[in-house]
């Protein structure tokens, strides 16, 4: 596969956990990602797995990403981390508002990504590649479709580099949110997030979550293979691998795998990718 990929993990919670995926990046090494980003928990509750995880990536020999959330969080602390992730000799961050944690007051002095954003720029100068999120399906949050693509500009004009998008099953909304974007001087390049179907309940909750739309044909296919996991798989490596193919023929700038920290579904799609 020719276009350039990334990888997405979550920090392990327990000590298997971490031994396992230290197993599946090895065995995804194999496509040779540009880069290997790390999520991090609402408020900020995963920072020392965060760190600990981009670490590792480091010290394989792959560059690694932050995903760096700015909720509830001050200037100073903000700062404080900054020189952490400098002193690791992290070169990328995924820069996001991020997620409340429940029963958290809203607070701190950043109120969105772009704060973030214009405050490392003017904190590191141009010591990060920094990526934002965008939203060809609307921020479940946003007032209107207007507003979000603005919200993304502004990011933009903040010094975002590039972007990566919550994840989708319809080609048709990322291209148009592109050229909508585009349209607003919003130019930088913006990589699909993929998420590999591997179990219905599970991409049924996540979808509900996050607010990204499964089309109807597809929820009700999952649906009627009930508890049949085999199938469940073999039709999301289908959809997935067709979706790939259609954003590669658009001539997206690379592809970024939300992994869910397994090997097996990113794997074989990329193989399928080559191979046609």
Known sequence: MTLPISLEFFPPKTPEGAAKLRVVRQALYALKPQ??????GA??????????????????????ASHFS????T????????????????????????????????????????????????ETGDGFHIEVAAYPEIHPQAKSADAD?????????????????QYFFNSDAYFRFVD??????????????IMPITSSTQLMRFSDACGAEIPRWIRLRLQG???????????????????????????????????????????EICHRLQAG
């Open 75 to 122: 200037k100073a602390t903000v700062r404080e981390q900054l020189a952490t992730l400098q002193r690791m000799g992290v070169k990328r961050l995924v820069a996001l508002r991020g997620d409340l944690p429940s029963g958290y007051g809203a607070g701190g002095e950043f109120h969105y990504a772009s704060d973030l954003v214009t405050f490392i720029r003017h």
């Open 180 to 193: 909508d974007a585009y349209k607003l001087g919003a130019d930088v390049p913006v990589v699909p997030g």
């Open 149 to 165: 693509l603005q919200a993304f500009a502004t990011k933009v004009n903040a010094g975002a580099n590039s972007a990566i998008t």
């Open 35 to 40: 880069f290997c980003s790390v999520t991090f």
């Open 225 to 267: 293979f009930g508890d049949d996991i085999a199938s469940i798989k073999s039709f999301g490596l289908d959809v997935i691998t067709d979706l790939c193919d259609q954003l590669r023929n658009g001539g997206v700038p690379g592809i970024h795998f939300y992994t869910m920290n397994q090997s097996a579904a990113t794997l």
């Open 43 to 64: 408020g900020g509750s995963t920072q020392e797995g965060t760190f600990g995880t981009v670490s590792e990536i480091l010290a394989e020999g792959v560059d690694a």
């Open 70 to 73: 700015c909720v509830g969080a």
